[in-house]
């Protein structure tokens, strides 16, 4: 990536479209706007212009604005044409924007990564951004928004301002130790504050399996015995025939999935191979994936028509994975139910218990309540810098046999390693892996 070059792309969605916008941002961006629409509009003022190439034909009529650097998305002078969004009128005009010397098709995240190299955003800020753009459920909007809108950030930049203070201070007392400037109970106070922080950090990394469900979906595996009713209840679940259903055990040979929506949150549900000891080798390549979907489960929907069909779990499941046992088929009557072996008890041909099941499942989706804002770490380079950072904290607490100018260098390590969160330290080699999930445009 070129940051000389002028830069421009379709940063809408795709085409045809009742609007289309155009992208473009660089230092060659007044010049492209007198040769197409004539003069440069006023700084953030929509104006409708005749946008013409330089042959005087006219591509298309629409609203212009203009950007002026630093006060753009990306720091630099930035446009947007908003153009009817047909196919022919987006590529006559990126086909004339291609023809000036000294612009450029952007790359994918190019915008986003000149905002960050121009101080406009952080990581976190970008990472969020992304998030943002492909949120499909409310609670990863909500995550999304609280990273991209610096809130977030917020918190790292403060935890970094105490590390920094803590730092000052310990300097102070190295340097000054015989003025009265400097009493001896700063150097307790720095460390009591510390031990809070190292807390803090704690805490905060514990949050991060719920930013996980939020971004990734909670993973629900359905397992069971052959003709259990699991290809039924995915079905019934998605509202759709994603699954086939038939009488014949062993139908359902591959792992199918589906995303679905429940209480805000995204929730990813599996159907699996049914269960059992088999000597065929196409169902026993099905129950072999059936078992690693189920080791990485959030949560296993257990299903059985008769009361002993929820044996077959006990060779397959982990201790630690929650289990909900399902008793399926309720329409054939069948008493045995009665005794309150099943968690559920449902039939997907009538309904029954449906609307159980769906309360008992989102009983295991996290608990946000009394939450003002969804500050969670929700990437895994994100907490493995903040276990890095309340290391360095804690081995500087715990070392009071090292001297203070060693102890104040454990906590620089810790302040770099909040550092690299939101971009501010040595994090050049993540920036392809981060702004290649971005699209052409953003």
């Known amino acids: 990536m070129t940051a000389t070059h002028t830069i421009y792309a379709l940063s809408s969605g795709a085409l045809p479209a009742g609007v289309a916008v155009v992208r ?14 004539g003069d440069v509009p ?49 590529n ?43 949120a499909e459920t409310e609670m990863q909007r909500r995550l999304a928004i609280e990273h991209s809108g610096g809130g977030q950030s917020k918190v790292y930049a403060a935890w970094a301002k105490r590390l920094t203070h803590a730092r000052a201070m ?14 001896g109970s700063v150097g307790a106070r720095i460390w009591q504050d510390m031990a809070l922080l190292s807390q803090e950090i704690a805490a905060h990394i514990a949050d991060a399996p719920i930013a996980e469900i939020i971004r990734d979906g909670l993973r629900i595996v359905i397992a069971g015995e052959p003709n259990a009713g699991k ?31 429940l209480a805000g949150f995204s929730v ?46 006990s060779d397959f499941a982990s201790d630690t994975t929650p289990v909900l046992r399902v008793g399926t088929k309720l329409d054939r009557g069948n008493e045995d139910w009665r005794s309150g072996s099943a968690d559920v008890l449902i039939s997907t041909k009538t309904g029954d218990g449906m609307d159980h099941l769906l309360d008992a499942i989102a009983a295991h989706l996290p608990d946000l309540s009394g939450r003002t804002s969804l500050s969670l770490p ?10 890095q950072a309340q290391r360095a904290i804690d ?11 060693i102890r104040a260098e454990l906590l620089r390590l810790a302040g770099d390693a909040i550092g690299r969160i939101t971009g501010r330290v040595d994090v050049e080699n993540l920036l392809d892996v981060i702004f290649s999930e971005f699209c052409i445009g953003k």
Not at 395 to 405: H, I, K, N, T, W
């Open 378 to 387: 929700s990437r895994q380079r994100h907490v493995d810098s903040l276990r």
């Open 268 to 313: 990813k549900l599996y159907d699996t191979a049914g269960l059992r000891e088999t000597d065929e080798k196409v169902e026993q390549e099905g129950i072999r994936r059936a078992r690693e979907v189920i080791e990485r489960a959030d949560l296993i929907l257990l299903l059985a028509d008769t009361v002993g069909g929820f044996d077959v779990i």
């Open 170 to 183: 310990i300097e102070a007392e190295l340097d000054f130790a015989d003025e009265d400037d400097v009493p």
């Open 24 to 37: 473009l941002s660089g230092d060659r961006t007044e010049a492209v706007l007198r040769a197409l629409c």
């Open 42 to 90: 006023p700084p953030r003022m929509a104006t409708l212009r005749s946008i013409r190439s330089r042959n005087g034909h006219t591509i298309d009529s629409g609203l212009i604005l203009y950007f002026r650097g630093p006060a753009s998305f990306t720091g630099e002078d930035c446009a947007e044409f908003q153009i009817h969004g047909g196919r022919a009128a987006v």
């Open 231 to 261: 290809s039924s209840l995915l079905n019934a679940l998605a509202q759709r025939d994603i699954a086939i259903v038939t009488e014949i055990a062993g139908t359902t040979r591959d792992v199918l999935s589906v995303d679905l929506s």
């Open 92 to 134: 006559a005009l990126l086909e004339e924007l291609s023809a000036f010397d000294g612009l450029r098709h952007a790359e994918a995240g190019e915008f986003s990564r000149r905002a960050f190299q121009n101080g406009q955003l952080d990581l976190v800020e970008v990472e969020g951004l992304a998030d943002l753009i492909v």
């Open 395 to 405: 081995d500087s607490l715990a070392r009071q046999d090292l001297g203070l100018d």
